[in-house]
């Protein structure tokens, strides 16, 4: 195992925030331990190393294009992706789409090696809460990319010719700095040009979008998501490799929803009791349903309950159809 001193110099570097130097240590543990024979924990510990080393050099990435190219403050905005695959519902579609999705861009040296390109362009649609933006976010936890956001009111302007050019500093970034960029609201910049409400400028930029699609071959991840499919335009549609319909929960699907929403506290739900529960929370976005588990949760917390019952999330549901149907 480690020496006393190594375990003191890992926990200095960590505290003064050394990366270099506790990389260094941790190799030298892993090293000491596949002396000792300990060959499944010196893999195990050189795994994480290596994970440690690709995170930092993403976060320098990132650094600096942030640094480097101030015109994009106030159009990119960078965060770190936290949701996991394991807490999103889908459809049985949905699972296989994004499981054939991860499985390419993982593997996607081997495809190029064949000439080959994995699938790095999707469209999602459907109505707002269905976990599109939580989808963008859990897809760049996945794949271990920097997760970035396209501020639509940023980089739509008033001055004619500007948009375009503020996209194409944006499509610069996608082909220079390897992350998952998600351009949420899409409808903004991909409305039909036929329609009868459009404006030259929302044309060119739209124009503009489909040429820089088109032109990309970098190893960045694109997804846009609207609210609206029936405003975009039909070329959109043949210039991403996947596109998903999002619609809100099915019955299968919220019992899931609520489970792992809650996962940290103690449920009394009957078999009977779920049933109840599902015909309660129908109509109701993911979304709506995560916001309702949250206000039980905490209404527990608060009261000093010692777990959740049937009544609790039902009431909590039932705020929010009541809520919904007000608007």
């Known amino acids: 195992m480690a020496t006393a001193n190594q375990i003191k110099a890992l926990l200095k570097s960590h505290v003064t ?21 300990h060959t499944k924990l010196a893999q195990e510990l050189k795994h994480l190393i290596n994970e ?3 995170k930092k050099a993403r976060h320098s990435n990132v650094l600096s294009l942030v640094r480097t190219n101030r015109e994009l403050d106030g159009i990119l905005n960078h965060s770190e992706p936290y949701i996991d695959f394991s807490e999103l519902t889908f459809s049985e579609k949905q699972s ?15 495809l190029k090696s064949y000439n080959l390109h994995p699938r790095r362009k999707i469209l999602l649609y459907g109505p707002p809460g269905t976990g599109k933006t939580a989808t963008a976010s859990a897809l760049a936890n996945e794949l271990k990319l920097p997760f970035f956001t396209i501020r639509l009111d940023g980089l739509i302007t008033k001055f004619m010719g500007e948009t375009a050019s503020k996209l194409r500093l944006v499509f610069d970034a996608i082909r220079s700095t390897r992350g998952l960029y998600f351009f949420d609201e899409f409808d903004a910049i991909g409305s039909d040009r036929m329609s009868p409400n459009d404006v030259g400028e929302i044309r060119r930029v739209l124009n503009s979008f489909l040429q820089f ?3 990309d071959h970098s190893d960045s991840f ?42 940290e506290f103690p449920l009394q739900i009957t078999a009977n009791e779920w049933k109840k529960v599902e015909n309660v929370a129908e109509g109701l976005s993911h979304a709506e349903i995560s916001r309702a588990c949250e206000d039980a949760a905490k209404q527990m917390i608060l009261e000093e309950g010692t777990s959740l019952s049937f009544q609790n999330i039902t009431d909590m549901l039932e705020d929010r159809k009541k809520a919904k149907s007000n608007v």
């Open 222 to 263: 694109i997804v846009a998501a609207t609210n609206y499919k029936n405003l975009l335009d039909p070329a959109l549609f043949r210039r991403f490799d996947d596109v998903l319909h999002y619609d809100l929960p099915e019955s299968s699907q919220i019992k899931h929803l609520i489970s792992c929403k809650l996962s």
């Open 17 to 37: 925030g050394d990366d270099e130097k506790f990389i260094t240590i941790a190799m030298q543990v892993a090293a000491h331990e596949a002396k000792q024979g």
């Open 96 to 110: 296989k789409t994004f499981k054939r999705i991860i499985q390419e861009y993982k593997q996607q040296e081997k």
């Open 52 to 54: 440690a080393k690709n």
């Open 213 to 215: 699609l088109e032109q």
